[in-house]
């Protein structure tokens, strides 16, 4: 089975973008150590801190964002970084080429349960004509160079795109090296299969609930055919799931708290997310436009998110918009 460097390599990807996911696969390695040895490392539980985002820290959340901005930073090629744990960017070599967005442990809620996690990083080119600070992050997903996650599960997996299809990477224990185990990786157009937090449901708009609704109602319904759920509350592992077999995936608007009404962020989980799932074929929506279509206004911008399998995203996006 081929490794991660020689399979870069092939893919003709820039010497600089090598060394950074390079960098990458050490951190991943890292953070799988630690998560396997669970409690026995002493790292489970919370902090007594907040995020930026105001969610309550878990130990591997700091840990984690730690090991990633510690071991990123020392490589030439990373201009700067920005984390969903870290309210500012923070810079790297002034002459580096890219620029690394992440979120160093998606789901980690689900950590004290022992299921699965994952790292969502994004790589973006450096700009060269002299913007600096976050402004330099400012760019529609569609300009990323590589997008991917690590999925912290039975098997640990790197699974990333750099513009030539999605592979999927296995971590060999026995090694400690990254083996090639998918070449690439395709969503089927059509699913039966969809992930939604149904606890919500009360909070969606009508149109939203009108197509959920379609899909519950099964075979008797007006979609003529029985569809299932899964819902695992951490969208790598959600997401994976989707590029594995398909399906559908989002997490809607919701009218909550008018000031916050969308739950996951457009530069550390919709662009890597998106440019994954465009890879594999699928489509990746915010419910107005395709995702890696949208400008940033700021790093920790949220969006409404619909990806997976092309027939059932659009299925979704025609009650969106009013036409069933
Ligand atoms: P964290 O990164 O803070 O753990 O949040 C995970 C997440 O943003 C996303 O991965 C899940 O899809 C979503 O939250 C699950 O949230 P709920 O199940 O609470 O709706």
Redesign the pocket.
Known sequence: MQRLIPTLRQDQVAEGLISVINTLQICAKEISFRLHQGELAGVLGSTLDENIQG?TQKKLDVLSNQLLKDILLENKFVRAVAS?EEEGIVDGFSDGKYLIAF?P?????NIDINSMVGTIFSILPAPTDGTEDEAMFLQPGSNQVAAGYVLYGPSTLLVFTTGKGVRVFTLDQKVGEFLLTEHDLEIPKDTCEFAI?MS?YRHWQPEMRHYIDDLLAGETGPRCKNFNMR?I????A?VHRVLCRGGLFT?PWDCREANKPY??RLMY?GNPMAMLVEQAGGQAHSGEQRILDIQPQHIHQRIGVILGSSNEVDACLSYLQGSQ
């Open positions: 969610e969903e979120d442990l998606d789901g980690s809620s937090n919500n819902w509350a951490a969208m790598v959600d997490y739950k996951l989980e």
